[in-house]
């Protein structure tokens, strides 16, 4: 494949930087392909912003979710560091061995 071809993120942010390296690199294409990636640009722009909407969208529930909880557990008298002594409390890894004579007594 040629060099030329190949758009790598240094070219594209070099491009996007810069109105005249644009230009410069436009000129080798014809008026189809500029049409064509003009409309491959607009196509993805679209996307990202969908997605980013999305994400926003999500973010906005999560905070609302989070907001939600601290109102039920203000209104039970809970403090988030009760829930995380708990959690501390509770290690994780391998299980404890069990001393056979305890469990039999038990």
């Known amino acids: 494949m040629a060099e030329s071809k190949n758009l ?6 070099k491009l996007v930087q810069n ?3 644009i230009r410069a690199q436009l ?3 014809t008026l189809s392909d500029i049409v064509k ?3 491959l640009v607009e196509e993805v722009h679209v ?3 969908v997605e980013e909407e999305e994400r926003e969208k999500e973010q906005r529930e999560h905070l609302e979710r989070l907001a939600e909880v601290r109102k039920i557990m203000d209104e039970h008298g809970i403090s988030p560091e009760e ?4 959690g501390a409390s509770k290690k994780r890894g391998r299980p404890r061995k069990i ?4 469990s039999s007594s038990e």
């Open 99 to 102: 001393d056979k004579e305890k």
């Open 47 to 49: 996307e990202k912003q």
């Open 8 to 13: 790598d993120k240094e070219t594209l942010s």
């Open 83 to 86: 829930l995380q002594s708990e």
């Open 27 to 29: 000129r080798r294409l």
């Open 19 to 21: 109105k005249n390296v």
């Open 37 to 39: 990636l003009t409309e």
